[in-house]
């Protein structure tokens, strides 16, 4: 006969996580239970660790781990001080019994699931080569997306940085990361971009495949890193060394280094500056195209004896 839930809070964690207590051992019931009862409905099982309480609260279906705290899925990993686990009952296939051998109710910790983690205090995410960090976040297993708030908030991937003031929406399966309210990416080779809200896309495993195939041996690898594109909307800015061009929103390409913007366009150099409605801006030349609108003329403002440099 199978314990109610609401006792059995450590062998209801262990089919989805294994006790830290001071260090990273699993108990012998965690490593039973989770290899019998990994539950592949909504992909790879979640561990979770721990090193001060665990509170198990049967009514909210919650359950916070202290003291520092950690969840992994895969490459995933999310850190924090402390962890709130969201359980949920497991859905069962069409005409599976929900009743023991005596008639009764069947339930136990084999049948409660995880699917949400919430995560105070220190956050830190990271995989195999990205990683963020912000004062609170929040995991949805289902969607493997992570939404990440507070002060100071950035999220790095190789050769790029993205901070934002509001949120930063992660996506690790797609590599995309979304920030909100003054987002930015800077990139190593000198390459700045703004806008109120901002989507960075990277390389699929595919194209960096690709990419390494095709460089010649002793060639400089490419200065662009991991990012394929940035979408900017709203008071979009990309700043070189040499040139600002802004935007109400736009487009940018890291392989090839060319941005396109349109609306109320202002492209600058030094002291000179081209409008227009739409422009397509080569940031390893330097060269602009402006293009008018359906009304809007390009306009432009040309220095005497002005070099660009």
């Given amino acids: 006969m199978r314990l109610p839930v609401s006792f059995r809070p ?7 996580g294994c006790l830290l207590a001071g260090a990273l051992v699993p108990s012998s019931e965690a490593v039973s239970a989770e290899t019998a009862a990994q539950d592949q409905s909504h992909g790879q099982v979640v561990h979770l660790f721990w090193k001060k309480e665990e509170i198990y609260d049967h009514n909210r279906q919650t359950v916070t781990l202290t003291g520092g705290a950690r969840a992994q899925r895969g490459d995933m990993t999310v850190d924090a001080d402390t ?3 969201y359980l949920r009952p497991k859905q069962k296939p069409a005409g599976t019994a929900t009743t023991d051998g005596n008639g009764s109710q069947a339930g136990g910790d084999d049948d409660m699931e995880l699917y949400r983690v919430e995560a105070f205090g220190h956050v830190h995410i990271y995989n195999l080569e990205d990683q963020g960090w912000g004062d609170h976040g929040l995991y949805d297993v289902d969607k493997a997306v992570l939404l990440m708030t507070g002060k100071a908030m950035k999220f790095t991937t ?3 940085l993205m901070t934002a003031r509001d949120l930063v929406e992660y996506y690790p399966h797609t590599r995309v990361s979304i920030g909100w309210g003054d987002a930015t990416v800077n990139t190593n080779d000198g390459k700045r971009i703004t806008a109120d809200i901002m989507q960075a896309v990277e390389l699929s495993d595919a194209q960096k495949a690709a990419n390494r195939a095709s460089q ?14 940035a979408y900017g909307w709203g008071h979009v800015v990309i700043r070189t060394e040499r040139q600002t061009a802004t935007g109400d929103r736009g487009v940018y390409l890291a392989g090839p280094e060319l941005a396109r913007l349109i609306g109320h366009v202002h492209v600058t150099q030094g002291q000179n500056q081209n409008n227009g409605s739409q422009a397509i801006v080569n940031l390893k030349t330097g060269v602009s195209h402006m293009l008018s609108g359906s009304s809007n003329p390009v306009q432009g403002l040309i220095v005497p004896n002005e070099t660009g440099k």
């Fill in 10 to 16: 450590h062998a209801l964690l262990a089919a989805t």
């Fill in 83 to 85: 962890l709130v686990g």
């Fill in 158 to 160: 190789p050769r790029q």
């Fill in 216 to 229: 010649a041996p002793g060639t400089e690898k490419s200065r662009s890193g991991n990012l394929d594109r």
